[in-house]
């Protein structure tokens, strides 16, 4: 009889598979956007003051990162659509972990620009894919729906985690490292993620119904643009966004001068 590993057996066991998969999507989260959030405030707009970015461009400095994610989040949900979860969660990851190294080497503000367009690009693969994949766990234990919301409720309290530690392990960082070196510790962090995002990989490539460039793109801008309920949270995400971020950009600058 062919000997089998431990994974192998807990491969067979759809309840213990979807659990260690769940986990491990949301420690490799918890991770990155803690990593990332140290990245946002405080440390960036003192980052950016420093370079001599004035109020408007320090303001588009900060909200580079979330354009490039509005802008490509449909494109790498599609592509993952297409490919599969796994290789767009290792790229995003190897993106959280290597972008911020680059920081050690802005010069000026415009440059800074650049960099955050690019490091938008980590939270345009993660959005999607990952709570695609959290949610997809219920096809392994026979509905997609069993225990969706609770999935996502635990994935989102870890992700709610991360973004109230990240400015807090940020801000102590900086009474003690020059920013740069805050940077780097962001990268090093990120790069932590590996591990859990590294035992989700699973050797048996998916087989996804086989569609056109064309056709996926026409179903997937039709479902975005008809349906009414995205519009209406977009909208409260919209108007949410607005005053949350205005306050993580400039209140450290306030609290600066006051």
């Known amino acids: 009889m062919e000997s089998r590993s431990c994974m192998d057996k807990m491969q067979e066991s759809p309840g213990m598979n979807t659990k260690c998969k769940i986990l491990n999507l949301t420690v490799a989260d918890f991770i990155v956007r803690?990593?990332?959030?140290?990245?946002?405030?405080?440390?960036?707009?003192?980052?950016?003051?420093?370079?001599g970015a004035n109020t408007t461009f320090l303001g588009l400095i900060v909200s580079a990162s979330t354009l490039?994610?509005?802008?490509?989040?449909?494109l790498f949900g599609m592509l993952s659509d297409r490919w599969g979860r796994w290789i767009w969660f290792f790229i995003g990851t190897l993106?959280?972990?290597?972008?911020?190294?680059?920081?050690?080497?802005v010069e000026n503000a415009h440059q800074l620009l650049m960099l955050r367009l690019l490091h938008g690009t980590a939270t345009a693969i993660y959005?999607?894919?990952?709570?695609?994949?959290?949610?997809?766990q219920g096809k392994e234990q026979g509905s997609i729906d069993n225990n969706c919301a609770e999935r996502l409720g635990w994935f989102g309290m870890a992700r709610s985690a991360g973004y109230m530690l990240g400015p807090v392990l940020a801000a102590a960082l900086l009474?003690?490292?020059?920013?740069?070196?805050?940077?780097?510790?962001?990268?090093?962090?990120?790069?932590?993620?590996?591990?859990?995002?590294?035992?989700?990989?699973?050797?048996?490539?998916?087989?996804?119904?086989?569609?056109?460039?064309?056709?996926?793109?026409?179903?997937?801008?039709?479902?975005?643009?008809?349906?009414?309920e995205l519009w209406f949270a977009g909208l409260l995400e919209f108007v949410v966004y607005i005053g949350l971020y205005s306050t993580k950009t400039f209140l450290p600058l306030y609290a600066l001068s006051a």
């Open 95 to 105: 993106l959280f972990s290597i972008v911020p190294f680059f920081y050690l080497w």
């Open 127 to 136: 959005g999607p894919v990952t709570v695609a994949w959290v949610i997809e």
């Open 175 to 228: 009474t003690v490292f020059e920013p740069e070196v805050v940077f780097a510790a962001i990268g090093l962090i990120s790069s932590c993620a590996f591990l859990p995002v590294l035992l989700l990989k699973n050797r048996r490539i998916p087989v996804r119904p086989s569609k056109s460039w064309r056709l996926q793109f026409k179903d997937a801008m039709r479902s975005g643009f008809q349906t009414v």
């Open 68 to 74: 490039t994610g509005m802008l490509l989040k449909p």
């Open 34 to 51: 803690t990593a990332y959030q140290m990245g946002k405030t405080p440390l960036l707009p003192l980052f950016a003051a420093g370079l």
